[in-house]
């Protein structure tokens, strides 16, 4: 389940003493995105709110989406970076608190960022590289999930049943859109305490047929 790591996309080359340019742009964005939608925010804004000015903008970022497409590849980073964070033996000594600890892990970063998360995905019906990117994403959480259920069949912790890779597609879809629901605010969601524990709990069901998988060492 170790994510590989990804470069930033969306952005020109840093200079080397642009750093904090470059984090002023992102920080102004994430706190903007949080009060109106990408379409009402201009280039004059991000570039005022980071404190610098238009044209010194571009040497950094080459639009307003490039910005938001950085802005989420760091969110992914960071989701990434806090799964990785649940070793790979938990799977093996306490499966369900191995599944757990990853899903919770990816609901509490894109809930702490819950501004680029609905902005990227209102982004991804317009923006190819957005789209792109999210794919390329969920490919890549489909297929480790789809590793791990592999990995829990072969040790006999799991019973065989639907391929692992349409199992992981599934359940990393449905994922994504009850956090998003949620997120969003749209009706039906579910509540902002249950959401971990009922995936948790689907996760446990569709792999091992219960919730209680015994450790098979």
Request: proline share 6%; glycine share 4%; hydrophobic share 45%.
């Amino acid at each position: 389940m170790t994510a590989a790591a990804r470069p930033v996309r969306g952005r020109r080359a840093s200079r080397p003493t642009g750093d904090d340019r470059e984090h002023a742009i992102l920080a102004t964005a994430e706190r903007l995105l949080g009060e109106r939608a990408l379409r009402d925010i201009s280039i004059d804004d991000l570039a005022k709110g980071a404190g610098i000015s238009r044209p010194t903008f571009y040497f950094y970022f080459r639009s307003k989406e490039a910005v938001l497409l950085a802005l989420l590849d760091r969110v992914v980073q960071e989701a990434d970076a806090a799964a990785t964070v649940v070793p790979d033996s938990e799977l093996v000594t306490d499966p369900p608190r191995f599944w757990r600890e990853v899903i919770s892990a990816f609901y509490r970063t894109f809930r702490d960022h819950r501004p680029v998360t609905l902005a990227a995905a209102e982004a991804r019906c317009t923006n190819d590289e957005v789209r792109v990117l999210w794919s390329s994403v969920m490919a890549a959480w489909t297929d480790r999930a789809a590793t791990a259920i592999e990995s829990e069949r072969a040790r006999g912790a799991a019973p065989p049943g639907l391929p692992a890779r349409d199992l992981a597609i599934a359940l990393s879809t449905m994922n994504e859109r009850s956090m998003h629901a949620l997120l969003a605010g749209d009706e039906p969601a579910l509540a902002e305490s249950d959401v971990v524990t009922v995936l948790h709990t689907i996760w446990l069901n569709a792999i091992y047929q219960t919730t209680s998988p015994a450790p098979v060492v």
